[in-house]
């Protein structure tokens, strides 16, 4: 009985609270909601098919290494403290290459061509890329446009390079002016025993903002 009046309140209502959800960017509450039951996925938009930075994770970061298994990853908010232990059978396909500050995987696939794509760990929702990953890749950053661009700095080049879904390859840039400020990211990246990507937090956001808009 309990069960039957929880799944039968009102589509406006859970639709209400979702938005709430999604408005103080708990994305991750939202999907548990979601998955209540049939009726409030009915009620409520989803995000499966879209990278809308309504739909994206925001102060997520991944441990680098598998929590309980090979294919189980270990998310954690950095502003509420949350963190959930993912099951991602997807990652016996892929390497991750980087994690967005936001929470992003670029993955890139362990067989040939390397196929290269974005996906949302939460939603399930991937970019794919035709640009071939580039090697020596530091951090990586997702502009919010529509199509989204991926953007990749490569410690080796000292350069930022950008593409799109349909790009053929990655457009570089020589950071003439910035090169003391990323090889102090570099720093920070190299002192992370972790390799946790707010170490580098404020640089890829300048990098959002500059590059991607």
């Not at 509450?29 to 925001?58: E, I």
Request: charged share 15%.
């Amino acid at each position: 009985m309990g069960t039957r009046c929880w799944s039968s309140l009102m589509p406006e209502l859970i639709d209400r609270i979702g938005g709430c959800l999604l408005d103080t960017a708990d994305l991750d509450c939202y999907m548990a909601l979601r998955a209540v039951c049939h009726n409030w996925r009915g009620a409520t938009a989803d995000p499966k098919n879209t990278l809308h930075t309504r739909f994206r994770p925001h102060h997520w970061v991944m441990l680098d290494y598998s929590s309980h298994g090979e294919h189980i990853r270990l998310l954690v908010n950095t502003v509420s403290g949350r963190y959930h232990g993912r099951d991602m059978p997807l990652l016996c396909k892929y390497y991750i290459i980087s994690i967005t500050i936001d929470g992003l995987l670029v993955l890139m696939a362990k067989i040939p061509p390397h196929a290269v794509c974005v996906l949302n760990p939460f939603t399930g929702h991937m970019v794919h890329f035709v640009a071939r990953m580039r090697p020596n890749v530091l951090a990586a950053a997702v502009s919010d446009s529509s199509p989204p661009r991926l953007v990749l700095y490569c410690h080796d080049t000292r350069k930022l390079y950008m593409g799109g879904p349909n790009s053929v390859s990655f457009i570089s840039w020589i950071l003439r002016k910035v090169v003391s400020s990323w090889n102090l990211l570099e720093k920070f990246w190299s002192s992370s025993s972790l390799g946790i990507m707010w170490r580098s937090s404020r640089w890829m956001a300048w990098v959002e903002t500059c590059w991607c808009a």
